[in-house]
């Protein structure tokens, strides 16, 4: 099937034929609306909107104990990281995973990338040494780098054993 065949408006019984009696697989004739059902899937968003209007109160209201032009800028730079370097970082990352890994390793090599990425973020500050002081030497008294890399590669080995064992059990089964 070609994009210009499902650009087409029309009936498409893909989505409810794969498990005709799922409640939550989308309703082909009302895509639009069909995410919103069932009731209970709300109960999760709403807490979240309503974190979110609490901290875009707090952020408005704190008066001058925030700095919003250095808040604004966080916020912009961290939006255009995320677009320019990191999303097209991870789809990159995707497609190789798709030309190189067997189809059963690669739940594996995501996650692995996943979380070494989210610790290297976290960490990042500490390796770099941001707010060191000379005078007190026991404000960052370890080896942040080489710890990071230890754990990033603990990390990855036990997603390579994951993906291998997952490809091998895979293959005995077909």
């Known amino acids: 099937m ?6 087409l408006p029309g009936h498409d019984d893909r989505a409810a ?3 005709p009696d799922d409640p939550y ?16 899937r709300w109960l999760f968003v709403l807490p979240g909107l309503a974190a979110t209007g609490y901290g875009v109160f707090g952020l ?3 008066g001058s104990r925030v700095p919003l032009d250095s808040w604004l800028t966080w916020f912009v730079g961290s939006a255009l990281l ?26 594996a090599a995501v996650v692995g990338a996943a979380v070494t ?7 990042m500050p500490f390796v770099l ?17 080489r710890n990071l890399l230890l754990i990033n590669l603990g ?14 059990r895979a293959r005995r089964q077909d």
């Open 25 to 40: 697989a989308s309703d082909p004739t009302r895509p639009a609306t069909s995410g919103l059902r069932p009731w209970w």
């Open 155 to 168: 990390v990855l080995a036990v997603a390579a054993v994951w993906g291998t064992v997952a490809t091998i």
């Open 117 to 123: 990425g989210v610790l290297t973020l976290v960490a």
């Open 60 to 62: 408005v209201t704190a």
């Open 17 to 19: 034929a794969l498990v």
């Open 2 to 7: 070609s994009l210009s065949g499902e650009a």
């Open 82 to 107: 995320h677009d320019l370097v990191i999303a097209p970082i991870w789809i990159g990352l995707g497609w190789l995973a798709a030309r190189l890994l067997p189809k059963p390793a690669r739940p």
């Open 129 to 145: 040494g941001f707010g060191e002081n000379p005078l007190n030497p026991s404000f960052l008294p370890r080896e942040y780098g």
